[in-house]
């Protein structure tokens, strides 16, 4: 058992989703969960690391300011929100785990699941 992403559906531009992201108690030491999505014929694109131990977090240009990434130790879930939706946000999202902030930022993952898609209407 992978990490298990849900949340993702349908919403207008301008809208509000929240993802979250199951972490299996395996996984429970990797401290790092980032966010990626990936869209049809467009490479993978980074969204988000989290250090759950830290708190720190880091957003691509893309979604700074509009995304933020939380984490809830007792259930073991990291959850994306992402407000004022845009089209160009559109894609399955992932949730990998990664060794450090350092090898999220380089796309270093350890593991992910098998993602939920986010479709924007406009």
């Known amino acids: 058992v992978q990490l298990v992403e849900s949340g993702g559906g349908l919403v207008r531009a301008g809208g509000s989703l929240r993802l979250s992201c199951a972490v299996p108690?395996?996984?429970?030491?990797?401290?790092?969960i980032a966010w990626f999505r990936q869209a049809p014929g467009k490479a993978r694109e980074g969204v988000s690391c989290?250090?759950?131990?830290?708190?720190?977090?880091i957003y691509s240009d893309s979604v700074k300011g509009r995304f933020t990434t939380s984490s809830d130790s007792a259930k073991n879930t990291v959850y994306l929100q992402m407000n004022t939706l845009k089209p160009e946000d559109a894609g399955v999202y992932y949730c990998?785990?990664?060794?450090?902030?350092?090898?999220?930022?380089?796309?270093?993952?350890?593991?992910w699941g098998q993602g939920t898609q986010v479709t924007i209407s406009s």
């Open positions: 990998p785990a990664a060794r450090s902030i350092r090898q999220c930022v380089i796309g270093n993952y350890d593991a």
């Open positions: 989290l250090d759950r131990n830290l708190g720190t977090d």
């Open positions: 108690d395996f996984l429970s030491g990797e401290i790092v």
